[in-house]
């Protein structure tokens, strides 16, 4: 790749989306602008790439969920391991880990579910544990389950949250692959790929030689973002809340 842009093989086109965080209606927005773009740009083997993190801190986790599992029937779509499907999932069996995604999220997840783990039904851990086997479908649990660690599709590694450094790609880990910030971020030199990455929030999205980063905070900012990869034309694809309403933007990648 060296000495030559970035590309997707020829025929296909990505569309690669960052961390959603139970923001269904941000997610229904961008994937109606995606349905229509991907009919205008003409025949192409599509592939939509979740980038993790669909669930914890907006407020329709289960919608997402449910959304996801009924987009992929439509479509390719393919959808990665991010750090908060990781610890959801042991949430139901440690209590330590059910503690801890309870503070940085995941008690609106389980609101979207119908579970209130304050309430005074739900006296300790091991009780919001027993409330979330019962009402948390296992059809979302094994869904989860099965996200990848990543994907390489030509020039582009998709990753949750990136890579480590030095490694080859056979030899990345889970951990890294769902958690890394750094040393990633400030890696200055080439990658076997141009990693596509979300995990780590910008108010827009990161473009740099090596990565591009497009976690734009959905749940924070408003803003949920796809990028679209055709050939070796980048661009980007956005749905933004503005004072309650969500409209969709496009343009071109910097680096295109």
Not at 40 to 51: C, E, I, N, P, R
Not at 72 to 98: A, C, K, Q, W
Not at 143 to 152: G, I, K, L
């Amino acid at each position: 790749m060296p000495g030559r842009p970035a590309r997707v093989p020829e025929g296909q086109r990505v569309y690669a989306i960052g961390d959603i965080h139970g923001r269904l209606d941000l997610l229904a927005s961008l994937a109606a602008a995606i349905e229509i773009d991907d009919r205008s740009a003409g025949h192409a083997d599509t592939t939509v790439l979740l980038l993790g993190d669909l669930v914890d801190r907006g407020m329709d986790s289960a919608g997402v969920v449910d959304f996801a599992l009924d987009w992929r029937e439509r479509r390719r779509v393919r959808i990665l391991m991010g750090n908060h499907e990781e610890m959801f999932l042991s949430s139901f069996t440690d209590p330590y880990m059910l503690g801890n995604i309870l503070r940085c999220g995941g008690r609106e997840t389980l609101l979207s579910y119908g579970i209130d783990p304050d309430h005074a039904d739900l006296p300790t851990l091991r009780h919001v544990q027993a409330a979330m086997e019962a009402r948390i479908p296992a059809r979302h649990r094994e869904f989860m389950a099965s996200f990848e660690d990543m994907a390489v599709i030509g020039d582009y590694l998709f990753a949750h949250a990136g890579i480590e450094p030095g490694l080859p790609v056979e030899q990345q880990k889970p951990q890294s692959l769902r958690w890394i910030r750094e040393p990633f971020l400030s890696h200055a030199g080439p990658y076997s790929h141009v990693v596509v990455h979300g995990h780590t929030i910008r108010h827009e999205a990161q473009e740099m030689p090596n990565r591009i980063g497009i976690d734009t905070g959905a749940y924070c900012y408003g803003r949920l973002t796809a990028l679209v990869l055709e050939g070796t034309g980048r661009r980007f694809i956005q749905a933004v809340e503005r004072d309650g309403t969500i409209a969709t933007e496009t343009r071109t990648a910097a680096t295109a």
